[in-house]
């Protein structure tokens, strides 16, 4: 968590956010009010804070990650965009970043994202499973690194599985692969296997997963640990005779 | 910067890097000892690195923004994958994640980056031109959100009027654009633009472009500061009758 993030949730009256989230921001004080709901009330939850941060009170909306990657900030922007609210109007807004997934689970095995890459949800709550079809086949074509948010849970199995369908036919089975899950807390793992080895049954929703490019390296060092980066050059294919 | 990035730099007897990075991660200790090169010397400066930590020094290699994103964890790995160097097997390396600049820009406007999106170097120093078309085509067409960094410099000019014409041809020209500079710099500068209002004289090395999606919203509020953001939600066009 970086100091501005620190800062503001200590200096906060009132914390909004998803109960998990809540509990992960660390220690509060007993006055700090806190204002913890479901993960699917995004738009609710922006409402409240909105609502809190126009009575007087300083609020923070906690989120996972970079609040702005997939999560709370673009709830309050659409909620102050759509929803003609003057009382709102006195409210002064703060966007913190912070880490997000792909860049922890990238640092804990090299660097899968030295080169260019996409950053895309497998969600299909809120956009149509052909845009994500779509999206996928334009990443492979662009022959871009992918890391994969969101990539399925019990109550939808079969995304992923499709994903990793896409992702065989048109990469290479040994392209690594790196799944991280429960990134930044104290549960945390992180596995290189290859596009080949994905088991779609060990991910969840709080698995990330970075699928390299046709240039992404694995390498073992020494001591048998193994890396993972995509080198700064990509060579020129067209060069070759 | 984070905590970790923090205790690393102030526990580091080396520091390696960039000159002008080397100078952004503040103030040192006269006993420090500081290994400032020039900006294109990554592999040397990587080498440098691993032979004094291979000596027994605690080494700190100092990138802008995070590490892995175009940065020099990728030439560290790479080094140590491709040169077979027995005296460096005893260092260990640990990466330490940072926010990168396209973070920084959008969480000054809003949160652009609020749903799927690539990250593309405009540079052809290390890649074909070629490709980095291609990946900007496949991109526009994916109607991905594209953070664009090292878009130019007065020794390549023309690379981002390529890259704006193409946009242009397929993007709308209301699309909004962010443009941040010497981001996360006393000097920082972040400017809401449209699409066809961008001007390439205006962008160099140190700018770093956000290029709105379909679906990319920009609004005013009541003290007329202007917000960006992508909402969570993408519509299913196909669904329109």
Same mark, same amino acid.
């Given at each position: 968590?970086?100091?501005?993030?620190?800062?503001?949730?200590?200096?906060?009256?009132?914390? @909004?956010?998803?109960?998990?989230?809540?509990?992960?921001?660390?220690?509060?004080?007993?006055?700090?009010? @806190?204002?913890?709901?479901?993960?699917?009330?995004?738009?609710?939850?922006?409402?409240?804070?909105?609502? /809190?941060?126009?009575? !007087?009170?300083?609020?923070?909306?906690?989120?996972?990650?970079?609040?702005?990657?997939?999560?709370?900030?673009?709830?309050?922007?659409?909620?102050?965009?759509?929803?003609?609210?003057?009382?709102?109007?006195?409210?002064?807004?703060?966007?913190?970043?912070? /880490?997000?997934?792909?860049?922890? @689970?990238?640092?804990?095995?090299?660097? $899968?994202? !030295?080169?260019?890459?996409?950053?895309?949800?497998?969600?299909?709550?809120?956009?149509?499973? =052909?845009?994500?079809?779509?999206?996928?086949?334009?990443?492979? =074509?662009?022959?871009?690194?992918?890391? /994969?948010?969101?990539?399925?849970?019990?109550?939808? $199995?079969?995304?992923?599985?499709?994903?990793?369908?896409?992702?065989?036919?048109?990469?290479?089975?040994?392209?690594?692969?790196?799944?991280?899950?429960?990134? !930044?807390?104290?549960?945390?793992?992180?596995?290189? @296997?290859? /596009?080949?080895?994905?088991?779609?049954?060990?991910?969840?929703?709080?698995?990330?997963?970075?699928?390299?490019?046709?240039?992404?390296?694995?390498?073992?060092?020494?001591?048998?640990?193994?890396?993972?980066?995509?080198?700064?050059?990509?060579?020129?294919?067209? =060069?070759? =005779?």
């Amino acid at each position: 968590m970086t100091p501005a993030a620190r800062y503001a949730l200590d200096s906060a009256e009132d914390i @909004v956010g998803y109960t998990t989230y809540v509990r992960l921001a660390g220690a509060l004080r007993p006055e700090q009010r @806190v204002h913890a709901s479901d993960n699917r009330q995004e738009l609710e939850r922006a409402r409240t804070a909105l609502d /809190l941060a126009a009575s !007087g009170r300083r609020v923070v909306v906690v989120s996972s990650g970079d609040p702005g990657i997939f999560a709370m900030a673009s709830a309050v922007l659409e909620v102050l965009d759509q929803e003609a609210n003057p009382a709102w109007d006195a409210v002064s807004l703060d966007i913190v970043p912070g /880490l997000t997934a792909a860049q922890v @689970v990238a640092s804990r095995v090299g660097a $899968p994202l !030295g080169h260019d890459f996409c950053v895309l949800s497998l969600s299909d709550n809120l956009k149509p499973w =052909a845009l994500i079809e779509r999206r996928i086949e334009y990443a492979i =074509a662009a022959d871009l690194v992918l890391a /994969l948010y969101n990539p399925g849970s019990q109550a939808r $199995p079969w995304q992923i599985k499709r994903a990793l369908e896409l992702l065989l036919q048109l990469r290479a089975p040994t392209t690594p692969v790196v799944l991280g899950r429960d990134v !930044g807390r104290v549960d945390e793992t992180t596995q290189i @296997v290859t /596009l080949a080895e994905v088991n779609p049954e060990q991910i969840d929703m709080r698995t990330t997963l970075i699928i390299g490019s046709s240039q992404t390296r694995r390498f073992t060092r020494a001591d048998g640990e193994a890396w993972v980066y995509t080198p700064r050059c990509y060579p020129d294919l067209t =060069a070759d =005779a």
